[in-house]
């Protein structure tokens, strides 16, 4: 706990000017009305016993309207060997609740997540977005501030067995998972196009906490993000663990993430 004080205490010690573009959550505003966006995801997970491994994630993206948003995932990884198809999942996010003021705005939704995966469970941490098959289901709350952005939520998540794999009956198939992200605007001081490229800094603290056990971990991410052109995004991140007591496959990662949305597709 006292990691996460410090954490938190040195992220308003300096003056934040920022986009709600998050690279390891999704805010709680949605993507555009009627766009499509691809996006692939790339990881070199370092497994805390020896070795690495990578995984690689492809989805598709679609605002519906001003509150829905659907993304489709597939899952591959080298974690058990050969770049292998793992499985996917369907996320859903519903804003429910806005406030639109001249400079600033304040989001809420709820969100969901349902995942399918084959791969062999030997390890305590739950993770719908790659690991178990299982769903999510949870709240997240933004607020954006002139430049400044910032953004929490909570959820509760559930592990299944896997497709060939069942999940061990030893542990914890529940937790409660928290998270709060904050980013800020480096380039430009001023904007004068859209065509300008954004580069924004950002810091997220990601953590979970098993309900049947009580075990717990809780991570930091630094990261840095280059939007070109207010269509293509790109993601650099680098993801540490803080602290944890439960039994984990990776206490770090390097993360690459490009995106692209294609405006007015489906109007």
Same mark, same amino acid.
Not at 12 to 27: D, R, Y
Not at 73 to 92: D, H, K, R, W
Not at 208 to 233: E, H, T
């Given at each position: 706990?006292?990691?996460?004080? /410090?954490?938190?205490?040195? $992220? ?12 390891? &959550? ?5 993507m555009p009305t009627a766009s499509i966006g691809v996006r692939d995801m790339s990881q070199v997970v370092f497994k805390k016993d020896k070795g690495s491994y ?13 509150? $829905?948003?659907? +993304? ?6 080298? #974690?058990?060997?050969? #770049?292998?198809? !793992? ?11 806005? %406030?639109?003021?001249? +400079?600033? +705005? ?9 995942? &399918? ?5 030997? +390890?305590?941490? /739950?993770? &719908? #977005?790659? #690991? ?6 949870? /709240? %997240? ?21 896997? !497709?060939?794999?069942? *999940? ?11 998270? *709060? ?10 904007? &004068? ?14 953590? !979970?906490?098993? =309900? ?7 991570? @930091? ?5 280059? /939007?070109? =052109?207010? !269509? ?22 390097? $993360? ?5 949305? *294609? *405006?007015? @597709?489906?109007?």
């Amino acid at each position: 706990m006292r990691y996460l004080i /410090i954490v938190v205490f040195g $992220l308003f010690s300096f003056k934040i000017n920022a986009q709600e573009l998050f690279v390891m &959550t999704e805010p709680a505003s949605n993507m555009p009305t009627a766009s499509i966006g691809v996006r692939d995801m790339s990881q070199v997970v370092f497994k805390k016993d020896k070795g690495s491994y990578y995984n690689n994630m492809p989805e598709l993206m679609w605002g519906v309207n001003k509150n $829905l948003m659907i +993304h489709a995932t597939a899952f591959t990884s080298s #974690m058990e060997g050969n #770049m292998m198809f !793992q499985g996917g999942s369907l996320y859903v996010k519903y804003r429910f609740f806005s %406030v639109d003021d001249l +400079h600033s +705005h304040f989001r809420l939704a709820a969100y969901g997540r349902l995942s &399918t995966n084959n791969s062999t469970v030997n +390890h305590e941490e /739950i993770e &719908t #977005m790659g #690991m178990n098959s299982g769903y999510e289901t949870g /709240i %997240v709350a933004t607020k954006l501030v002139n430049k400044t952005a910032l953004s929490t939520s909570i959820s509760y998540e559930r592990a299944l067995n896997n !497709q060939d794999n069942g *999940f061990p009956s030893t542990f914890s198939n529940s937790a409660m998972n928290y998270t *709060f992200s904050i980013g800020q605007l480096m380039y430009p001081k001023k904007y &004068t196009n859209f065509k300008q490229t954004n580069i924004n800094a950002m810091l997220e603290l990601l953590g !979970q906490r098993l =309900n049947q056990n009580g075990k717990s971990y809780l991570d @930091v991410v630094p990261s840095i993000q280059f /939007i070109v =052109n207010s !269509q293509a995004r790109i993601d650099l991140a680098y993801r540490r663990q803080i602290y944890s007591d439960m039994d984990r496959i990776s206490s770090n990662s390097i $993360l690459l993430k490009l995106e692209y949305t *294609f *405006f007015n @597709v489906t109007n």
